[in-house]
């Protein structure tokens, strides 16, 4: 059963924006903390924005200042706003839900910057 569903990533040149949205299906979202991993080509995965349930955000330094997560607990959805996009920031993105030890995943959305 798909609960986190994914869309928005492709390619962009350096200095670009692109916009990530994440569906949920089902009512566990708007408990959730919810975040943006991802994963870059050979290297780990990392958490690049979260968010809570009350909506307060974290970023990573690397992208503070040029993405921007928000949720929309009426639409079951969160989104991450990524401008000024480097090739460093090239990777597969995976939405994340979280409470407690339930963690749910999305399948991932390619994020390719070139210079």
């Known amino acids: 059963q798909v609960q986190l569903v994914e869309s928005g990533g492709g390619l962009v040149q350096a200095g670009g924006s692109l916009r990530l949205s994440c569906v949920a299906s089902?009512?566990?979202?708007?408990?959730?903390?919810m975040r943006w991993d991802r994963q870059p080509p050979g290297k780990q995965r990392e958490t690049v924005a979260s968010?809570?349930?009350?909506?307060?955000?974290n970023y990573v330094a690397s992208v503070k200042g040029r993405f921007t997560i928000s949720r929309d607990n009426a639409k079951n959805t969160v989104y991450l706003q990524m401008n000024n996009l480097e090739p460093e920031d090239t990777g597969v993105y995976y939405c994340?839900?979280?409470?407690?030890?339930?963690?749910?995943w999305g399948q991932g959305t390619q994020v390719t910057v070139s210079s």
């Open positions: 968010i809570t349930p009350g909506g307060t955000a």
């Open positions: 994340v839900g979280q409470r407690g030890n339930d963690i749910k």
């Open positions: 089902g009512n566990f979202f708007s408990t959730y903390a």
